[in-house]
């Protein structure tokens, strides 16, 4: 990832929040094209293709129960195959940041839509999913009633604190605060701190060692055969986590052929994703 690009992300990042009440105007033809232009790209670690569109959800009868004032969505379909969740995590984390970076807001949704009216949209059959969608417009100015509940029972603006979140050398030994960090990986995980979750559950646990950070994924809902949300969040956290090494100029490469030796815990709720070493 470019430090140019990197630093959008990262901005991007400390003021993305989820909306759900838009405004109710139609999208602006500068935002269209934008949103046009980075769905056409689905660039992710594995290199698995995504394919995203960006659709008047009205025009196909498509909608969410909990979303207010746009019918504006990105949707995709990428094949069903291993890492497919993580790899469209990260892809389409990517276009709401650049979104948010406009003005634009964005929601995460998986359990709230019609989802066979956007899985038609997608292009799914039996060989490729639709794990989630985002809707995308300009914020009201006033939540809804609807979502300002949403937003308490979630506890939408708290973040799980750092020794829950990130480890040094091992999941044995927690990180309690970014003054135990060198700066620069400090910044890059508190970008991942900032990343969106299902139910904001924040799944994803980091293990730091000498150039390398190993992703661990802490499993809370129960395992889905096919589109896991969990493993979604998993990709937008390594979006995070790129984009945050990156904009302290160090440039991460993805692996993932497992841990450093002795990284690794015994809790069977907890897996291996992915590493990046930088």
Request: charged content about 20%; some cysteine; glycine content about 8%.
């Given at each position: 990832m470019e430090v140019t690009e990197a630093k959008v992300l990262v901005s991007a990042c400390e003021h993305r929040r989820t909306v759900r009440t838009f405004d109710g105007a139609p999208l602006a033809s500068d935002a269209r094209e934008l949103l046009e232009t980075l769905v056409s790209h689905g660039e992710n670690p594995y290199g698995i293709p995504v394919g995203l569109r960006l659709i008047d959800a009205e025009k196909y009868g498509a909608a969410s129960r909990v979303i207010r004032g746009t019918s504006w969505y990105v949707v995709g379909s990428l094949p069903q195959c291993a890492h497919a969740e993580e790899a469209f995590g990260y892809s389409v984390e990517r276009v709401a940041l650049h979104a948010t970076a406009h003005g634009l807001?964005?929601?995460?949704?998986?359990?709230?839509?019609?989802?066979p009216a956007f899985e038609r949209v997608a292009g799914?059959?039996?060989?490729?999913?639709m794990p989630a969608v985002i809707a995308v417009g300009t914020p009201a100015k006033r939540q809804s009633a609807l979502e300002r509940v949403m937003r308490s029972r979630l506890h939408a603006d708290e973040r799980a604190p750092w020794n829950t979140l990130f480890f040094r050398e091992d999941l044995a030994h927690p990180i309690t605060s970014p003054g135990e960090c060198d700066p620069a990986l400090a910044a890059a995980l508190a970008c991942v701190r900032q990343a969106p979750s299902a139910r904001n559950l924040?799944?994803?646990?980091?293990?730091c060692s000498d150039g390398r950070i190993d992703l661990f994924e802490r499993r809370t809902l129960p395992l889905r055969p096919i589109g896991d949300v969990q493993l979604v969040d998993m990709g937008i956290a390594m979006l995070h986590l790129e984009a945050g090494l990156?904009?302290?100029?160090?440039?991460?490469?993805?692996?993932?052929?497992?841990?450093?030796?002795?990284?690794?815990?015994?809790?069977?709720s907890t897996s291996y994703v992915a590493t990046i070493s930088y």
């Amino acid at each position: 990832m470019e430090v140019t690009e990197a630093k959008v992300l990262v901005s991007a990042c400390e003021h993305r929040r989820t909306v759900r009440t838009f405004d109710g105007a139609p999208l602006a033809s500068d935002a269209r094209e934008l949103l046009e232009t980075l769905v056409s790209h689905g660039e992710n670690p594995y290199g698995i293709p995504v394919g995203l569109r960006l659709i008047d959800a009205e025009k196909y009868g498509a909608a969410s129960r909990v979303i207010r004032g746009t019918s504006w969505y990105v949707v995709g379909s990428l094949p069903q195959c291993a890492h497919a969740e993580e790899a469209f995590g990260y892809s389409v984390e990517r276009v709401a940041l650049h979104a948010t970076a406009h003005g634009l807001g964005t929601a995460w949704l998986a359990g709230t839509i019609d989802r066979p009216a956007f899985e038609r949209v997608a292009g799914v059959d039996e060989n490729r999913i639709m794990p989630a969608v985002i809707a995308v417009g300009t914020p009201a100015k006033r939540q809804s009633a609807l979502e300002r509940v949403m937003r308490s029972r979630l506890h939408a603006d708290e973040r799980a604190p750092w020794n829950t979140l990130f480890f040094r050398e091992d999941l044995a030994h927690p990180i309690t605060s970014p003054g135990e960090c060198d700066p620069a990986l400090a910044a890059a995980l508190a970008c991942v701190r900032q990343a969106p979750s299902a139910r904001n559950l924040q799944p994803w646990r980091l293990v730091c060692s000498d150039g390398r950070i190993d992703l661990f994924e802490r499993r809370t809902l129960p395992l889905r055969p096919i589109g896991d949300v969990q493993l979604v969040d998993m990709g937008i956290a390594m979006l995070h986590l790129e984009a945050g090494l990156a904009q302290q100029g160090k440039r991460g490469m993805w692996s993932f052929d497992g841990p450093a030796a002795g990284v690794g815990g015994s809790d069977a709720s907890t897996s291996y994703v992915a590493t990046i070493s930088y």
